[in-house]
Nanobody, 115 residues
Framework: QVQLVESGGGLVQPGGSLRLSCEASGSILKFNVMSWYRQAPGKQRELVALATSGGSTNYADYVKGRFTISRDNAKNSVYLQMNSLKPEDTAVYYC?????????WGQGTQVTVSS
């Protein structure tokens, strides 16, 4: 079992930046994928970005060029740097871990983009 703890959400004005962090603990496998998802009110949860333990990354089209995912494998952590934030980025952001043993979710952190 893997536990995930997110931090870094908050209220920011349009055009601003936030950095989300997620730290994993527990039975972490060497080969895994850590991702960020988001869910806005009334909408389905959607993938924002993912990063593999091997260093590959992938992004949803709507965040390319604005968001950057990174990992620190020594700290079992994943980060999401969000720049040029828009009101439509408002959502609860969830950290996700996927390994051969299964999938885990964090509790979510609220990001609100508003003036």
């Amino acid at each position: 079992q893997v536990q995930l703890v997110e931090s870094g959400g908050g209220l920011v004005q349009p055009g601003g930046s936030l950095r989300l962090s997620c730290e994993a603990s527990g039975s972490i496998l060497k080969f895994n994928v850590m991702s960020w998802y988001r869910q806005a009110p009334g909408k389905q949860r959607e993938l924002v970005a993912l990063a593999t333990s091997g260093g590959s990354t992938n992004y949803a089209d709507y965040v390319k060029g604005r968001f950057t995912i990174s990992r620190d494998n020594a700290k079992n952590s994943v980060y999401l740097q969000m720049n040029s934030l828009k009101p439509e980025d408002t959502a609860v952001y969830y950290c996700n871990y996927q390994g051969l043993g299964g999938t885990s979710w964090g509790q979510g952190t609220q990001v609100t983009v508003s003036s």
